[in-house]
């Protein structure tokens, strides 16, 4: 039986891949902003803050799998996210023709 562990393991996973599923279907123009991603995302089942939505782009960022633009307002704890796109990374990663194990694409 899976530990709690590695139940939030493979969650994660399969949620990064989700994100770049829907940035794919958006290609190759960029989403808006992490809002329209956060609403997508809901659209799809998933139940997320915004907060994890941002800890899940700025992950795939930090892989190079993904580019935004952030902006830092003093008035809000998060950084404004917009153009959040597919990076070439990313693109191989969803078309399998490399592998990641911390992104699982279904």
Same mark, same amino acid.
């Given at each position: 039986?899976?530990?709690?562990?590695?139940?939030?393991?493979?969650?994660?996973?399969?949620?990064?891949?989700?994100? /770049?599923?829907?940035?794919?279907?958006?290609?190759?123009?960029? /989403?808006?902003?992490?809002?329209?991603?956060?609403?997508?995302?809901?659209?799809?089942?998933?139940?997320?803050?915004?907060?994890?939505?941002?800890?899940?782009?700025?992950? /795939?960022?930090? %892989?190079?799998?993904?580019?935004?633009?952030?902006? %830092?307002?003093?008035?809000?704890?998060?950084?404004? /996210?917009?153009?959040?796109?597919?990076?070439?990374?990313?693109?191989?990663?969803?078309?399998?023709?490399?592998?990641?194990?911390?992104?699982?694409?279904?």
């Amino acid at each position: 039986m899976p530990t709690a562990v590695e139940l939030k393991s493979t969650l994660i996973r399969r949620r990064r891949g989700k994100v /770049l599923r829907l940035l794919q279907s958006a290609a190759p123009m960029a /989403l808006p902003d992490a809002d329209d991603l956060y609403r997508l995302l809901q659209d799809t089942g998933e139940s997320l803050t915004i907060y994890e939505v941002h800890e899940l782009v700025r992950d /795939l960022k930090q %892989r190079g799998c993904m580019a935004y633009e952030a902006k %830092r307002d003093r008035n809000n704890e998060l950084p404004t /996210l917009r153009w959040l796109r597919l990076e070439p990374r990313g693109r191989d990663v969803i078309e399998g023709t490399i592998q990641d194990p911390a992104i699982d694409v279904i």
